[in-house]
């Protein structure tokens, strides 16, 4: 099994998903030569050129960058030209096209080769078109290859492999070929001939004869595409590609690649990625990191769940998992060196296992049905414990001395000569759920429980640890030391530091971490396995320095044990995943320090038309608007890309990190500014600062120069002409203000009068209004906080029923299900009555997920708010009957916990109400983004809400819905609509 190939495929944005030919520019990106079209993708977008870009055969195959900034392309009907921005440029031929179709091309000098359906042709450009100098009757061209800077070789169907110096050709080499048709020719960088043909591998030296002595047996199929980067060879044989390296002993495999279509095209790019056009599955990627994350094939497919290393040899593994158990002789990433010694069957969950401490032929396992041993190999045995003191599930296995430690659900045990001992915590009780425990150097055990907290024991006496950020009774899921004594633990959601003085030091808080089991790497930083990866933090830093989680899905990264994360020699990183055993080697990570590097892509100015002095636009101010996008071709793992940028002189700070790569700006003051950029990656951080654009926005021209002149035009207007006006009205008006002025004075006196009354009620006003708008601030940032604490106790709360009871209730079932089998043949009535619990125990586990769901799905945190949104969207559809027709817009997920709580709980309170009020048979659900806004639209086609249900004030559902959008600074709708049914609908802004 070998990793997982990235794909680019139509639903990336490629118009099809043919491609015949790729290549790459000066700016990184990559050009592909389809079935229907020119692609580009610069590693944020795919962008199609096809006949509405000037393309005249959009039947494309083979695309090449020539003289430094022009983009080739061989059509079904010829040959056509674009620059490095998709536009078409004009090609002028001084000869008729009656060639077919242009296959290939090619550039030795001044001179461009277009291998062709009717033979090879020789081109120049004189003037402004190209000439055709002379053409070489070959046949079908199928390949161009440089020998050196004046010669080609030529794969050809009328005349097989050519050599061709400009003026003539002749045949290449000694060896016939007639019999077997060469497919495909590369020149290595050591002078290597390499010939792909139907029988398979040929190696040549520079004047056509074989090479003595390099054994390419096994190399024998049809080989349709070769390209080589130093010494490692990529072949193409049909549907599956092969990377060889040379050895003193030949041609070895280094690794094979299945690919689920035939292979058109190899391009490997300047960090070492492997490029693949293939024939109908899009475009491949195969990652420079391959040989940073390794697969082991241990025999069997499954979930690894815990890794232990033998005691004999520092290279022998038990491996744990899902009904199986395996010891593995592995050395990371050496070819050939994996081999099984056993595989051993249990049909339950195996969680931990141990090497028994005085047989190390005996192995025992700590599974969901209780302990089991096995010796030498041999059928495994269900440990009888004489006192049936464990309970099963069990979850860890520890051996100290000679000593067998076992942590379950229900506490903790050490085993001595077969005879069990139940371990009690200072209070004479059971520790309940034993989720890990390790012992350091000094034999102290430190007992890591599901909600009774931290333990450590030392000499029989036991403490609770509740230390600084320790919490008494929270979730301890690893706990691991370093050579220092420090111990590093992961409690709920925090890792935490406990130093050797047993301080606890609060490293990071990370929700969701998900995170299962830690190890150090170094004495100063740590990998923890999560859901998402393994993070990798700085203790020292108390910051994340790294995710990894390379070419695997998101769901391919479950971590499920303390177990699970093995640090071997110092730099593999063993991962137990529940697709099963992967290595990270942490030295290839560490060695790759390649930033990405951002690019401009477009500038597109709106209701403006700006004038350019050197690299600054200058527009006026005005109603107009600005987009700038960008792009990165970091082609490592470039769907982790997140975006932000900051508009100096107008921005205070960075915009949030987005996957989106553009931004916008609108009708900006006076002023000068400076756009910057600036990309980052889960795996090496931010990249440099880009400067992508200046502009100067400023008044009109003529405000300058004009408006000065005006302002003076005007107050002498006023001074003197209109002077003689004004004085002649005034002296009109002057009698009737004399007479009003005594009408006022009589006014003036009541108004003293009631002036200081009317001043207090004011300023009691004043005080009554500033408290209920404190009163108000109070109370939504109270109703805030409460949601915020409801929705973390549903989570806590769904978590453990799920963990806890969930695994509980599965014990129970299979406990029941052994007594029911064992009762059958005695006992038929009690095994009746067994079958009949073990439908109890069914309906009660799915009502445990039913309650867990309904707490908090994990959907909406695992997979985000489409996905949650959907999942409700089906699961109220199957409970009603009522139709549900949901529409989801494209959605960037870039929202916060608050956001999509908020959307999703309201999305439950109206299918709620629907089901209670509406009486409907459709329900429609729109799901969308407008203007950086969230926007929930759920409509129905019932009778409609009331005025009255409308103001209800007793009416909560509706009063927490408009308070969770409140809260938010959204908007929120509910009316009926003017046939029949209401339709609620929210927006929230996300930016």
Request: hydrophobic letters at 35%; one cysteine or more.
């Amino acid at each position: 099994m070998s990793l997982k190939i990235a794909s680019l495929n139509s639903n990336d944005g490629l118009p099809v998903e043919q491609i015949h030919n790729l290549d790459r520019d000066t700016k990184g990106r990559l050009w592909l030569a389809t079935s229907s079209g020119l692609a580009c993708y610069n590693g944020s977008e795919v962008k199609v050129y096809d006949s509405r870009n000037g393309i005249e055969c959009v039947g494309l195959r083979i695309v090449k960058v020539l003289f430094n900034s022009e983009v080739w392309i061989g059509t079904d009907q010829g040959i056509e030209v674009l620059d490095l921005n998709g536009n078409k440029k004009t090609l002028n031929l001084g000869f008729v096209w009656k060639y077919g179709i242009a296959e290939y091309l090619e550039v030795l000098k001044d001179h461009l080769y277009v291998g062709t359906s009717n033979g090879l042709l020789k081109l120049k450009l004189v003037g402004e078109s190209y000439q055709l100098i002379k053409t070489f009757d070959l046949g079908y061209v199928r390949q161009l290859e440089k020998l050196n800077d004046d010669q080609l070789l030529v794969v050809s169907g009328l005349k097989g492999l050519v050599h061709v110096d400009g003026e003539s050709y002749k045949p290449f080499g000694t060896v016939p070929f007639e019999d077997n048709p060469i497919l495909c020719v590369k020149k290595t960088i050591d002078n290597y001939i390499l010939l792909g043909t139907e029988r398979g591998l040929f190696v040549l030296d520079t004047i056509g004869n074989l090479v003595d002595g390099l054994k390419t047996n096994g190399f024998d199929s049809q080989l349709n595409k070769i390209n080589s980067n130093g010494a490692d060879w990529w072949m193409a044989f049909d549907k599956k590609l092969v990377h060889a390296v040379i050895t003193e002993n030949g041609l070895e495999t280094k690794a094979t690649y299945l690919i689920d279509s035939k292979v058109n095209d190899i391009l490997i790019d300047d960090i070492h990625n492997v490029w693949l056009a293939t024939n109908n599955s899009g475009l491949k990627k195969i990652t420079c990191l391959r040989d940073a994350l390794e697969y082991v094939d241990y025999g069997k497919e499954g979930s690894v769940y815990s890794i232990k290393r033998r005691n004999d040899d520092g290279y022998s593994f038990v491996l744990s998992g899902d009904g199986l158990a395996s010891q593995v002789s592995y050395k990371p990433f050496v070819s050939n060196e994996t081999t099984s010694d056993k595989i051993i069957e249990i049909p339950t969950i195996i969680w931990d296992s141990c090497i028994d401490p005085i047989d190390p032929n005996k192995v025992w396992f700590a599974t969901q049905d209780g302990l089991y041993f096995t010796q030498n190999g041999n059928k495994p045995i269900k440990f009888k414990d004489p006192k049936n003191l464990i309970s099963a599930p069990n979850r860890v296995l520890q051996v100290i001395d000679d000593e067998i430690w076992l942590g379950t659900i229900a506490g903790l045990f050490c085993i001595k000569d077969n005879i069990v001992k139940e371990v009690l915590n200072d209070k004479n009780q059971p520790f309940g759920y034993i989720y890990t425990f390790v012992f350091s150097e000094n034999n102290e055990l430190w007992i890591g429980t599901l909600g009774q907290g931290l333990w450590t024991m030392k000499d029989g006496e036991f403490l609770n640890h509740k230390e600084g950020p320790l919490q008494e009774l929270g979730n301890t899921y690893c706990i691991s030391f370093n050579s220092k004594g420090d111990a590093i633990l992961l409690q709920d959601e925090k890792l935490i530091l406990v130093d050797t003085s047993k301080n606890g030091h609060l490293i990071i808080k990370e929700y969701p971490m998900a995170g299962w089991s830690v190890t150090w790497l170094t004495d100063t930083t740590v990998g923890i396995g999560s859901n998402f990866g393994v993070i990798v933090v700085d203790v020292g830093l108390k910051e994340v320095i790294r995710r990894i989680n390379l070419y695997l899905d998101k769901t391919d990264w479950q971590f499920t044990c303390s177990r699970s994360i093995y640090l071997h020699e110092d730099r593999y990183l063993m991962c137990a995943l529940n697709t099963g055993l992967y290595v990270i080697n942490l030295e290839e990570i560490d060695a790759f320090t390649r930033l990405p590097e951002i690019s401009l892509d477009t500038v597109s100015w709106h209701n403006i038309d700006p004038t350019q002095k050197a690299n600054t636009y200058i527009v006026p101010t005005g109603k107009w608007s600005v987009n700038v996008s960008v792009y990165c071709p970091w082609f490592v793992d470039e769907n982790q890309l997140r975006f932000r940028f900051k508009l100096i002189g107008f921005d205070e700070e960075w915009s949030e990190l987005a996957d989106e790569n553009s931004t916008k700006y609108n009708s900006l003051p006076p002023g000068n500014y400076e756009l910057h950029a600036q990309v980052f990656t889960p795996l090496t951080g931010f990249s440099e600062i880009k400067t992508l654009m200046n502009f100067e926005v400023s008044s009109p021209w003529w405000f300058k120069g004009v408006g000065p002149v005006l302002d003076s035009g005007r107050t002498f207007y006023n001074k003197f002409f209109k002077s003689k006006i004004t004085n002649k009205n005034l002296l009109e008006r002057n009698l009737d203000l004399m007479a009003e002025i005594d009408n006022r004075k009589a006014i003036q006196l009541e108004l003293t009068d009631n002036q200081a009354q009317l001043e207090d009620v004011l300023e009691n006003y004043k005080h009554t209004e500033e408290a209920l708008q404190r009163s108000n601030t109070d109370l939504r940032q109270l109703s805030s906080r409460l949601q915020n604490l409801i929705e973390d106790e549903k989570k806590s709360i769904a978590r453990e029923v799920h963990d806890v009871l969930g695994q509980q209730l599965t014990s129970l079932k299979f406990d029941i299900s052994w007594l029911n089998t064992k009762l059958k043949e005695k006992e038929p009535e009690y095994a009746e009555k067994a079958g009949s619990m073990i439908g109890l125990v069914d309906n009660t586990i799915n009502t445990v997920r039913k309650i867990a769901s309904e707490l908090r799905p994990s959907v909406l945190d695992d997979l985000g708010l489409e996905a949650a949104i959907e999942w409700h969207a089906k699961a109220f559809e199957k409970l009603t009957d009522i139709k549900c027709d949901l529409q989801c817009g494209e959605l960037s997920e870039n929202y916060s916990d608050d956001i999509k709580t908020a959307v999703f709980r309201i999305f439950q309170e109206s299918t709620t109400n629907i089901i209670r009020h509406a009486k409907a048979s459709v329900v429609r659900v729109r799901l969308f983004e407008d203007n950086n806004e969230i926007v929930l639209e759920v409509e129905d086609n019932g009778v409609g809400i009331s005025d009255e249900r409308k103001k209800n004030v007793t009416s909560l559902g509706l009063l927490g819905m408009k308070e969770r959008v409140s809260i938010l600074d959204g908007n929120f709708l509910i009316r009926k609509l003017p046939t029949q049914g209401t339709i609620v609908k929210i927006g929230i802004p996300f930016k």
